[in-house]
């Protein structure tokens, strides 16, 4: 046995003797001595004796006052008090005091060793208990602090415990859980419970989580989610796949979106096409002209696509800067605002104005980028304009930066949707009942652009009555007036 024992006692013999003694009985003892009951706080405030022997009379400050600090500073080490014959009423205080035994003088040695294995071992113990004390708290702390939705529920099917992340993702508290039923308690559980795969021992490959939805308030709240059994019952383990799910759903949108969109121009060129090679049918030039031209059109807008998703793809994965350079402005919006108006020229109902005002500074930004995005965002507003009216385009200094207003009279959009059509490939009218087709990706690539210039792209709209999409790009610093490129973070 290894412990390390402090014997305090002003009787300098029985300092010399006792340690002996005890080294002849014991193995792998240390003993530290003391005579002062100060000198004996010193040491033990330095060391965490396995245990302490005390005289119960010291000059100066008696055994059972010592006895006292002892329990404040090691509330855990047991004293072992020495008292002299026919002091058995103190001795009797200093065990109701909390001492863990007493010895008499003269002192019975075996009687003395046995006292001290015994308070070695409950020493060992407590220390074994502390330790596992500490454990059992860094586990739950662990499981305070898992990103993973944690809970347990008994053999009786009562919840037992309900970790915070578990009360993050769903909404419910824990104290509204723990105590209940599971089945009470967790809407949906009585249908989902049996569903959820429970492995008999933990570790990988054990079980496979399943998706299942909890349906917490008339919201759906779809988990990945699987058991251990264990002795005190079932251990669940889930995580959030609500948001994974609506992007699996977008994605299944964006597929039947893009191929509708490739379908389009495809049937119209290989009609085209199919027409032109026919030799029983005599087309005049005008004919074969109009579908040359289609076929040009239509191969036009399948690259279109094509460039839009890729740059989609290239902005989401960080290969992709932009050139800022100090730009005028008013140049190009004209001929942006021209194009579109040759563009949309076939259409009598739309009016696209500029308003230019006066004293606009210089933008630091990628002119091409620039250009892109207000050729998309006029665009979408004819496009969802089908009733035709006015778009306008406004360009006017507000605050550091050069403000691009594009207003139209269109479709709107309802006040719920109006952050939502900023996210890849969120349409409005995935099923094109408005018969306006597109990628959804056109918003989503503007706002991507207009951030790395270090810009904002928002917008105001009224369902029914029209929208404004409004870009805001700072005006431009006039010393760096040089070019420079500034590669962009994804
Ligand atoms: P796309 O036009 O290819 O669908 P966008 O990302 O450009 O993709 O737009 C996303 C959605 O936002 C559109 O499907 C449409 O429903 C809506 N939207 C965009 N611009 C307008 C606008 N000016 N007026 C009404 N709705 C718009």
Not at 20 to 44: S, V, W
Not at 341 to 348: D, E, G, K, L, T
Not at 443 to 464: K, N, W
Request: proline letters at 4%; aromatic letters at 4%; a negative charge.
């Amino acid at each position: 046995m290894s412990a390390r024992i402090l014997i305090v006692d002003d009787d300098p013999a029985l300092l010399e003797a006792l340690p002996d003694a005890i080294a002849l009985r014991m193995n792998g003892i240390t003993i530290d001595t003391c005579e002062t009951a100060p000198g004996a706080l010193d040491k033990i405030q330095q060391t965490d004796y396995d245990v302490i022997v005390t005289d119960i009379k010291l000059p100066g400050m008696d055994g059972l006052e010592l006895l006292d600090q002892i329990k404040l500073l090691r509330p855990g080490t047991p004293t072992v008090l020495i008292t002299g014959h026919g002091e058995r009423d103190l001795a009797v205080r200093a065990l109701r005091g909390g001492a863990y035994d007493f010895v008499q003088k003269p002192i019975d040695r075996d009687y003395f060793v046995a006292s001290l294995e015994r308070a070695i071992q409950v020493r060992g113990l407590d220390r074994h208990v502390d330790q596992q004390r500490l454990e059992l708290e860094r586990h739950a702390r662990v499981l305070q602090h898992i990103d993973r939705g944690v809970f347990l529920v008994d053999e009786e099917g009562i919840i037992r415990y309900w970790n915070p992340a578990a009360q993050s993702i769903t909404g419910l508290a824990t104290d509204e859980l723990v105590g209940r039923r599971a089945d009470e308690a967790l809407p949906g559980w009585d249908a989902i419970g049996p569903e959820v795969p429970v492995a008999q021992v933990p570790g990988p490959g054990s079980t496979e989580a399943k998706t299942l939805p909890l349906d917490i308030e008339g919201r759906e709240l779809w988990v990945s989610i699987s058991g251990v059994q264990f002795e005190d019952g079932i251990v669940y383990a889930f995580r959030n796949l609500t948001e994974e799910r609506a992007l699996d759903e977008l994605k299944g949108e964006f597929v039947a979106t893009v191929s509708h969109e490739l379908r389009t121009p495809l049937a119209a060129i290989y009609g085209a096409a199919q027409t032109l090679r026919r030799a029983d049918v005599q087309l005049g030039d005008e004919n074969r002209a109009r579908l040359l031209e289609v076929i040009a059109a239509e191969s036009e807008r399948l690259s279109r696509i094509a460039g839009e998703i890729l740059l989609a793809s290239n902005l989401d994965s960080g290969r992709f800067s932009v050139e800022r350079q100090q730009l005028e402005v008013e140049e190009l919006v004209t001929e942006v605002v021209d194009e579109m108006r040759a563009v949309v020229a076939s259409r009598q109902d739309i009016v696209i104005d500029l308003v230019a005002k006066n004293g606009l500074s210089p933008v630091a930004c990628d002119g091409d980028k620039l250009r892109q995005v207000l050729i998309n965002l006029l665009d979408n507003a004819v496009k969802y304009s089908p009733d035709g009216g006015r778009i306008e385009v406004r360009v006017e200094p507000h605050d550091n930066c050069v403000r691009f207003v594009i207003t139209d009279e269109g479709l709107g959009i309802p006040h719920g949707e109006q952050q939502r059509i900023f996210g890849k490939f969120y349409r409005l009218d995935p099923r094109l009942t408005r018969g306006v087709g597109g990628t959804g990706l056109g918003l989503y690539i503007c706002r991507e652009l207009v951030r790395r210039m270090e810009g904002r792209l928002s917008v105001t709209s009224s369902e029914g009555r029209g929208s404004s999409f409004v870009v805001d790009l700072p005006a431009a610093v006039v010393e760096t007036s040089h070019s420079k490129r500034v590669s962009q973070p994804a």
